[in-house]
T-cell receptor
Framework: QKEVEQNSGPLSVPEGAIASLNCTYSDRGSQSFFWYRQYSGKSPELIMSIYSNGDKEDGRFTAQLNKASQYVSLLIRDSQPSDSATYLC??????????????FGKGTKLSVKP | NAGVTQTPKFRILKIGQSMTLQCTQDMNHNYMYWYRQDPGMGLKLIYYSVGAGITDKGEVPNGYNVSRSTTEDFPLRLELAAPSQTSVYFCASIGQAYEQYFGPGTRLTVT
């Protein structure tokens, strides 16, 4: 059973701090890694994708990937109360032969306190 | 582009009733997906399709059926609703880099 593991939280950080979200995955063949943000009662929204080892930065968000350790993380700098949401880690898996199938973690709930 | 649209937004069913959840995308994506999300849980794949006329089971297909007659539409059918199917259902389609775009969801309650 291919799995994606995340700390469920809640993770609480003060406004302006760095929030660090972590994710591990079991399928060594995975090649595509995604972070989604989901506000309560809403659908998941893609915020970052990463495909190669190292860091990828987009504004206040940085995704980090280490395939050898099967680990992917998301850093949110200068956290804002509007960042309060559940963050889902997703990893592609060749389920049924389709590279597009994603396995999702259960999500980490982030709370940014003013 | 409207992206991925789903109807209805909310529905209450009685045990044993049937219904179809509609999903449409206007991005000309070949790959489409149906997920369910239970409270505090991640997304579970129900069915997926890699193109018109081609569908396959995901992790939790029991109690559901799908069809894909066009690239745009991917309806999900519940034949005999059970309380265990109370959930939020999301439809998604996939772009060129495997990024998935989600619809707004259908909140279903079976009583």
């Amino acid at each position: 059973q291919k799995e994606v593991e995340q700390n469920s939280g809640p993770l609480s950080v003060p406004e302006g701090a760095i929030a660090s979200l972590n994710c591990t995955y079991s399928d060594r063949g995975s090649q595509s890694f995604f972070w989604y943000r989901q506000y309560s009662g809403k659908s998941p929204e893609l915020i970052m994708s990463i495909y190669s080892n190292g860091d990828k930065e987009d504004g206040r968000f940085t995704a980090q990937l280490n395939k050898a350790s099967q680990y992917v993380s998301l850093l949110i700098r200068d956290s804002q109360p509007s960042d309060s949401a559940t963050y889902l880690c997703a990893v592609n898996s060749e389920y049924g032969g389709s590279q597009g199938n994603l396995i999702f973690g259960k999500g980490t709930k982030l709370s940014v306190k003013p | 582009n409207a992206g991925v649209t789903q109807t209805p937004k909310f529905r209450i069913l009685k045990i044993g009733q049937s219904m179809t959840l509609q999903c449409t995308q206007d991005m000309n994506h070949n790959y489409m997906y149906w997920y369910r999300q239970d409270p505090g849980m991640g997304l579970k794949l129900i069915y997926y399709s890699v193109g018109a006329g081609i569908t396959d089971k995901g992790e939790v297909p029991n109690g559901y059926n799908v069809s894909r007659s066009t690239t745009e539409d991917f309806p999900l059918r519940l034949e005999l609703a059970a309380p265990s199917q109370t959930s939020v259902y999301f439809c998604a389609s996939i772009g060129q880099a495997y990024e998935q775009y989600f619809g707004p969801g259908t909140r279903l309650t079976v009583t």
